[in-house]
């Protein structure tokens, strides 16, 4: 049973990758999106600019992980092909946890690129361990945050509005281009129910920058999102087919 | 349950909120038969087939396919079952061949084996020529063709079709019809659905009948059809609309049925003969109708089903749309 979920988990992750994540539109949106942010922030002030990189990093993961797994799922709710996965003997959660992971891969490629030139160009010191200690349940709760969006929801346009609302939101309050420290305390105590928030924090801890909590809380609090915004898809999903 | 049976289902009840889909049907399908679930839209097939791939829970009851219980055992069941559902829905952005191969990874179809069975399907579904074309460019027919070679990749036991020919052309439907019919001498059992009366006569060895979620007779077709058989059926055509036509008949035959069969066509099920063509003569004379022939007819599945069923061939006539 469990090898029939390893395979179908590996061969959704391997279909999307081909039909969705690694077409032109895809990767361009990946690409593109972060190096405006990082021309506007860099053209606006280039000395101050290093600060701003684990920001980047973070929208950078948010994005690209979100971006088309909000498409992909919708589309395939609405044309069947999710049904025709879950015809296959491997169980539900196996099919959406194969999406969830198509989304992280394509958002890791994306990450990488965007951190090695960071690091590359500017000459940052960093902690390679840290960084994938953050990445990775990064990628794996903003995918599943995704995922869990979309279920919630019929229409492709519908998942891309309610996705954001809370992408917008988090680049506003999770310290992305304004420190979480340095907002009002109100406003702190939200910006800590958001999962950005400990990217950011990790980030900066991961390049030897002031940072709010240790690596490993913001690593365990990333995968405590993962597993809640899992668990919450996997059951609306099991709604629909209720 | 006996050893050629292959699906049971006993009791098998559906709610979708506080709407009554499926209402504790019972059946069993046996090994190497074509089984059909004729009804029209909207009696209960498709959420039938739903419930015995596993895509819905039952609310009520039990069904086991091949031994395994749809409630706890359904993974292990889909191993021996192949869906063709209503869409047909498998990758666009795929070609034909990329699509099975696809399927055969999901049902872990050994390596060595995927790409030749995925082939021989292409060739028996005439599909051989269109083996690098995307999905989304074949035809209504190739697609439906295609989806069918999908739920084969993996040599099921059984085969599910939903509603296999509907949106087909007269052309692609008979081609489809035959290639489900030599599916059965294959040796796979298939639980199919259908809206069309002939595809039921033509493909199915058994039939049940379903209408508002409940299944009111399973039998052959031929046993069905005999049932009518017991009765006379006069079928009359006329210059003009048969609507007056009916209401008039009624009035005057109280004990027969009357339906109209198209605009200008009525079928009369049951009566006395002579009494029968006594007053249709004297109601065209009195009400100046033309009528264009009269037929005592040969009782079809159609005749059998509007007897058992109470309903009008009109509502099979409504279609569903297929893609």
Known sequence: MWRDNLRGIYYIVLKDMRTYYLKPPSVSWGILFPTAWILAFYLRNPLSFQELVPGLIAMTILFSTTAAEAVVINLELKLGTLERLLLAPISLPTVLLGKVLGGAIFGLIMTVIVTTCSVVFLGLPVNVLYLILIIIPSLLAFSSLGALLCVLVKEVFEAQTLLNFPRFLMIFLCGIVYPVSAMPEGLQYIAYTMPLTYTVDGLRYSFLMFSGTTIITDSLVLTGFFILFILLAIKLLHKRFK | ?323
Do not use: W
């Not at chain 2, 069975?117 to 579904?125: G, I």
């Not at chain 2, 069905?224 to 055509?237: C, F, M, N, W």
């Not at chain 2, 109601?283 to 059998?304: F, G, H, T, W």
């Open chain 2, 1 to 323: 349950m006996s050893n050629d049976v292959v699906i049971q289902v006993s009791d098998l009840t559906k709610f979708y909120g506080k709407i009554l889909a499926v209402d504790h049907i019972k059946f069993e399908v046996k090994k190497g038969e074509i089984f059909g679930l004729l009804g029209p839209n909207g009696a209960g097939k498709t959420t039938t087939i739903r419930m015995l791939t596993g895509l819905s829970e039952p609310t009520e009851g039990k069904a086991s396919i091949l031994g395994f219980d749809i409630n706890s055992e359904i993974v292990e069941a889909k191993r021996h079952i192949g869906v063709v559902p209503e869409t047909s829905n498998l990758y666009d952005e795929l070609s034909s061949v990329d699509n099975l191969l696809f399927m055969a990874k999901l049902y872990g179809v050994p390596r060595a084996q995927r790409r030749k069975r995925a082939e021989e399907l292409l060739k028996t579904f005439r599909l051989y020529e269109r083996k690098d074309s995307q999905f989304h460019t074949l035809s209504r027919g190739m697609k439906r063709a295609l989806t069918i070679a999908a739920a084969l990749i993996h040599d099921p036991e059984i085969l599910f079709l939903d509603e296999p020919t509907v949106g087909l052309d007269v052309v692609a439907a008979r081609s489809l019809r035959n290639l489900i019919a030599n599916l059965r001498q294959q040796g796979i059992t298939i639980l199919l659905t259908t809206h069309y009366l002939e595809e039921a006569d033509l493909l199915c060895d058994r039939v049940a009948i379903l209408v508002k979620g409940r299944i009111v007779k399973v039998d052959t077709p031929r046993v069905l059809k005999t049932t009518a058989e017991e009765e006379s059926v006069i079928e009359i055509s006329i210059d003009g609309d048969v609507s007056k036509l009916v209401e008039d008949l009624t009035d005057r035959l109280p004990r027969v049925k009357i339906v109209a069969v198209d605009r200008n066509k009525v079928r009369i099920y049951g009566g006395i003969l002579n009494d029968v063509y006594d007053k249709v003569f004297r109601l065209a004379r009195d009400k100046d109708i033309v009528i264009r022939s009269v037929n005592s007819i040969k009782p079809s599945l159609e005749d059998a089903f509007i007897k058992i069923t109470g309903l009008s061939p009109t509502v099979m006539a409504i279609e569903k749309g297929g893609r």
